[in-house]
């Protein structure tokens, strides 16, 4: 049974419409999602180019590729994903403050169903490697309790890319908690802890492991693979063997970088070539994109954008997406319209083969990706609504309430306007000649502002201490 549940209360800018099924001789597409982490604006090679990512941009500039040349997500790890998988936008779901943490007793609300539970509804087998991030301390939280048939991968916020271990400070106990976090579910939330992969590089392992997956995959059934990349996320860490590639590159950071990121430029390449050898390729529709802007601090570079990772400015909310499909992509190139992550679950569901124009907060731009003409637009979406700034954009204007960037601790009140169309920098703040458009933006907010989750952080817990679980960052220690 296809679990399309709508929440009784619809956003004003979006409808819900109801779906109906492609035709039973179609065969849907496979659908292979690939997000990178922490992955800067600027941070492709066809952008800057003493970095080196042949491959990404051979598929980006391919005639079956579409380009979303105004793609925006969430400026964090866990609100990005959690409006990927659910199609709300996190300030809808909870999840609008921050990340989820190690040892944090907190996880996306059940009532908000996940893309995977909605494609296994249309016979899709469902498979995530990688990070997840949206919560592991009980069964319920877990991917395959939440529509995965499998998992492999890390819970938490970041791990070493070598030893899979990460260190948690905990105020409590005044000390630094170290515990590994690697585990493979095979199905119906059961988690089991991998030792023997100390050594292997993340990048490399998830690749292999996907491969692996699909190679004992059904092909009767279509996929959906949701490859989530720990690159380029820190801990700066890459293989010797990258560094030649990087040699232009002056900052000793921005080369390690450099070096993480094309070793997944490799790794997708293999993998793509793994889906031709596999007869695979022809019907499956690839995406790549990242979860939010890069931090400067640890080599990524947002240019010519304004601001970075866990800001509200456009270095830390706008990113680069490919969508690539041989099949369903004929003419590709650029795609300017406005596109936010929340269209994702319904803009897949479309890929699936579903007629549906919209889900929860987003809509289907499946039609606009594949043919480059529009069955609906969108003119209007949010950036984030939280106590530490909000922002919304509408047409050409954004409206920033507050702080942009959460370290800040002023301007709490401060409103800022920018015509983005025009000034995609944010250099020209227009909002004391456009008192009209001020109000009507603030107005607006705090329309949204009704529609509200509670925040579903939590201060973390000793139970969720790997010193309980073998060394581990385990499930099942929390109601």
Known sequence: M???????????????SGPKRRSAEEKPPNILFIMADDLGYNDLDWKDDTLHTPNLRELAFSENTAILTNSYVNQLCTPTRSAFMTGYYPFRVGTQNGVFLHMEPSGVPEMFPFLPENLRGLDYSTYLIGKWHLGYCRKEYLPTSRGFDYFYGFYGPQTGYFNHSADQYHRDLKRV?????????????????????????????????????????NTSKPFFMFLSYQAVHPPLQVPKSYDKYCSRVKSRYRRIYCGMLTAMDFAIAMLIDYLKSANLYENTVIVFTSDNGGTVDFGASNA???????????????TTTLVHSPRYIKKGGERKMLFHVVDWHATLLGVAGLNVDSYGDGINQWDYISTGKARQRRFQFVYNLDVHGSAIRDGDFKLILGNPDRKTKSDRNKVRLYRITVDPTESKDLSKSNPIVVRRLLSKINELKKYMHKNVRKPLSLSGSPENFNGTYSSYWCQ
Do not use: A, C
Request: a negative charge; glycine letters at 10%.
């Open 2 to 16: 296809l679990l399309l549940l709508y929440l009784t209360t619809t956003i004003p800018w979006v409808s819900s």
């Open 177 to 217: 908690v170290k515990g590994m976090d690697l585990f493979e579910e095979s199905g119906d939330g059961n988690s089991i802890p991998d030792f023997n992969q100390k050594g292997v590089y993340s990048t490399d392992l998830f690749t292999e492991v996907s491969m692996s997956v699909l190679d004992n995959h």
């Open 304 to 318: 010519p954008l304004r601001g970075e990772k866990d800001t509200i400015w456009e270095g830390g909310t706008k």
